[in-house]
């Protein structure tokens, strides 16, 4: 048809440079995911209320910065189980107090699973699932039991109790209610089998095997910290590379 004007020409060949140069351009003035600021844990539980108790332990035992960080370092997510303060004032009196430090960190952190579930995914999830809890020597790990009418309990072998309410349910961080507190067997099982208990030697009890289960782990790692803005560059130089093709066009 009519010979295209240069205006056209011009717009024509401006039209794909555009295709690349809007989306990187936003890309550019949107600020870094920050999925942790969506997802905090403390402030999640206090707003919910009844959860003080549960909040003070995260906080003496360290544990909440740990989560906190590795939310930050990791890309799998976390899934907490949440105790309520009838769950704690429900345990015999002393129950915690009486423990060590160190035990204290690692019941907190038998609340919590290094990877976000939803409560569908655990209906079917393979048991025992590993907690951050132990995780040297395998044992702590949590049982998710769910009966046919969709029912979903987490069991600790000594604790069993429904999974119902999702405080929060969004990748990377899933907060439960649990109504009781998940007691893990290596700080309250029965100790010995007891299987036949034999004529004993009344000087040496000194077998407690109590598991002492190691430093509560971190798992830090600012590893991948650093690829996303060597990608972000050679996105840059491409697009610049591209714009001045295009410039180039123009100028003819
Ligand atoms: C998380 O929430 C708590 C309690 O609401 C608040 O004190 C704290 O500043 C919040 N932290 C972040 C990183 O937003
Ligand atoms: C997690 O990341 C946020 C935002 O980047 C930062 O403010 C916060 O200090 C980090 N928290 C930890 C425990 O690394
Ligand atoms: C989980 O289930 C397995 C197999 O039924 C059992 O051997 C294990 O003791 C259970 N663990 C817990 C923590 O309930
Ligand atoms: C869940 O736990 C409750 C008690 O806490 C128990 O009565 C019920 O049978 C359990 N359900 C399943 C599916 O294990
Ligand atoms: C105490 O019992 C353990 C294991 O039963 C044994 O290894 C240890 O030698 C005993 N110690 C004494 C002082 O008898």
Redesign the pocket.
């Known amino acids: 048809m009519a010979s295209t004007s240069p205006m056209a020409t011009i717009l024509l060949t401006l039209i794909p440079c555009l295709f690349l140069i809007i989306p990187q351009a936003i890309a550019q003035s949107a600020p870094a995911p920050a999925p942790?600021?969506l997802a905090?844990?403390?402030?999640?539980?206090?707003?919910a209320g009844q959860y003080t108790i549960f909040i003070r332990l995260l906080t003496t035992t360290q544990v909440g910065n740990q989560i906190?960080s590795q939310l930050n370092n990791s890309n799998q997510g976390m899934t907490v189980f949440a105790p309520t303060d009838n769950a704690f004032n429900n345990l015999k009196p002393g129950t915690i107090n009486s423990l060590s430090q160190q035990d204290q960190d690692e019941l907190v952190l038998y609340h919590v699973l290094p990877q976000y579930y939803s409560l569908a995914s655990l209906q079917t999830v393979s048991n025992p699932v590993r907690t951050q809890a132990g995780s040297q020597n395998g044992v702590d790990g949590l049982n998710f039991t769910s009966s046919g009418n969709n029912q979903l309990n987490v069991s600790s072998g000594i604790v069993d109790t429904p999974l119902n309410n999702a405080l929060r349910q969004q990748f990377p961080l899933a907060v439960y209610q649990v109504d009781k507190v998940m007691l893990p067997e290596s700080l309250f099982g029965v100790k010995a089998p007891a299987a036949a208990p034999k004529p004993a030697i009344a000087s040496n009890t000194s077998s407690t095997g109590v598991a002492t289960g190691g430093e509560p782990q971190a798992a830090p790692s600012d590893a991948n910290s650093k690829s996303g803005s060597n990608g972000r560059n050679v996105g840059m130089g491409l697009v610049a590379g591209f714009g001045l093709i295009c410039l180039g066009f123009l100028l003819q």
Do not use: A, M, R, Y
Request: charged share 25%; no cysteine; proline share 0%.
């Open positions: 942790s600021g905090n844990l403390t402030g999640i539980l206090d707003k906190e």
